[in-house]
């Protein structure tokens, strides 16, 4: 049972532009939710998060949106960045902080 | 501040053998996570411990693997016997309570052949 999903496997787009990364889940329990940015060969890195009580965060050129009617986050990159290329995870928590990973989308930035 | 560590970067073994990979957590953390990642899936949450009881272990195959965590600090996480589908990484994650985001370590690619 997938419990966070990540429906795109892979995304491309040109520097400057926006990345737009969805990520929906299904269990309402859900209160806080993280992106983690993976390079190859290393662990996953914070990028940032939001909590159940906020629609909106934002730091630098990341924003993360959340929809708790829809059970949807995204997170927007602006502009991108070649060095944004990597792959996202999304993630939940119903508050006891065991941490449920979706499948992740690789983000290709294009010079 | 050291992040997390772990060791062995990367392990291959033959089915049926056994291996086992050690993880230090950020000095501080009281709560340390085991991770699967299988190619092309996201990170799989094996075991999570808080200072060092077990708060988690449902998704551990406990007839192959076991973890323990001694003095609340480093951790161990065994394999034995592995089989062909634990060829994964396994990241090892510490949080100061349990609480906002984890930290996680290079972890440790396991092959089995």
């Known amino acids: 049972d997938q419990q966070v999903k990540q429906n795109s496997p892979s995304l491309s787009v040109q520097e400057g532009r926006i990345s737009i990364l969805n990520c929906d889940y299904t269990?309402?329990?859900?209160?806080?939710f993280l992106w983690y940015k993976k390079y190859p060969a290393e662990g996953p890195t914070f990028l940032i998060s939001i909590s159940s009580i906020k629609d909106k965060n934002e730091d630098g050129r990341f924003t993360v949106f959340l929809n708790k009617s829809a059970k949807h986050l995204s997170l927007h990159i602006v502009p991108s960045q070649p060095g944004d290329s990597a792959v996202y995870f999304c993630a939940a928590t119903p508050g006891t902080y065991k941490y449920i990973f979706g499948t992740g989308t690789r983000l290709k930035v294009l010079a | 501040e050291a992040g997390v560590a772990q060791s062995p970067r990367y392990k291959i073994i033959e089915k049926r053998q056994s291996v086992a990979f050690w993880c230090n957590p950020i000095s501080g953390h009281a709560t340390l996570y085991w991770y699967q990642q299988i190619l092309g899936q996201g990170p799989k949450l094996l075991i999570q411990f808080q200072n060092n009881g077990v708060v988690d272990d449902s998704q551990l195959p406990k007839d192959r693997f076991s973890a323990e965590r001694l003095k609340g600090v480093d951790s161990t996480l065994k394999i034995q016997p592995a089989k062909l589908e634990d060829s994964a990484v396994y990241l090892c994650?510490?949080?100061?309570?349990?609480?906002?985001?984890?930290?996680f370590g290079e972890g440790s690619r396991l092959t089995v052949l």
């Open positions: 994650a510490s949080s100061p309570r349990g609480a906002g985001e984890l930290f």
């Open positions: 269990n309402s329990m859900f209160d806080y």
